[in-house]
């Protein structure tokens, strides 16, 4: 069994749906959570960051962390055209620096 | 700040060359990471430096591999000789570590590989 697992997708939506992307995973000592997304022959870039539990919100992203069930969720309101791309979840210990990725969800965002 | 810069951004080679990719990472980073991304195994850590210095190279597949940080602003990561199955998008990636904390990465734009 992977550490982090993740749905590969694709995941298709109708512009200004509610997108809900999860991850699971198995370390309990995980305690930073971070999604990150990826377009298409571009480099991944951060998203949200998040410690421990509870729901971080920034603009139309929402981050959510449940320890107790071990899942993470990254919930997209409005979803746009422009949301279309793969979204990664990542993980890790305090003082760890080696993040545990998970494989990536493709959205595709249709006008 | 221009971000993690990488170079170069895609490399057709043959089979048995020797292959080096560069890359700058933001200033101020004291840590720097090489990944290495696939349709089939995603994202794979493959060495990081802490200061310059290697930390985990566990990740290196085998000796074909090198990687070096001469100084705090440059790594380069070297395949000799390279292989059709090191065909992948190379990723370098920076971030300043504080102990006990979280590690945020900054990703380059890639090198893509494409051994023949």
């Known amino acids: 069994q992977k550490e982090v697992e993740q749905d590969p997708g694709p995941l298709s939506v109708p512009e200004g749906a509610i997108v809900s992307l999860n991850c699971t995973y198995s370390?309990?000592?995980?305690?930073?959570f971070m999604w990150y997304r990826q377009y298409s022959r571009k480099g991944p870039e951060l998203l949200m960051y998040t410690y421990s539990s509870g729901n971080k919100e920034d603009g139309r992203f929402t981050a959510q962390v449940d320890k107790s069930s071990k899942y993470i969720s990254l919930f997209i309101r409005d979803s746009q055209p422009s949301d279309s791309a793969t979204y990664l979840c990542?993980?890790?210990?305090?003082?760890?620096?080696?993040?545990?990725f998970g494989t990536g969800t493709r959205l595709l965002v249709s006008p | 700040d221009a971000g993690v810069i990488q170079s170069p951004r895609h490399e057709v080679t043959e089979m048995g060359q020797e292959v080096t990719l560069r890359c700058k990472p933001i200033s101020g980073h004291n840590s720097l990471f090489w990944y290495r991304q696939t349709m089939m195994r995603g994202l794979e850590l493959l060495i990081y430096?802490?200061?310059?210095?290697?930390?985990?190279d566990s990740g290196m597949p085998e000796d074909r591999f090198s990687a070096k940080m001469p100084n705090a602003s440059f790594s380069t990561l070297k395949i000799q000789p390279s292989e059709p199955r090191d065909s992948a998008v190379y990723f370098c990636a920076s971030s300043f570590i504080r102990t006990g904390g979280g590690n945020v990465l900054t990703f380059g734009a890639g090198s893509r590989l494409t051994v023949l």
């Open positions: 370390n309990s000592a995980f305690q930073y």
């Open positions: 430096f802490n200061n310059n210095v290697p930390i985990d």
């Open positions: 990542a993980m890790s210990p305090p003082g760890f620096q080696k993040l545990v």
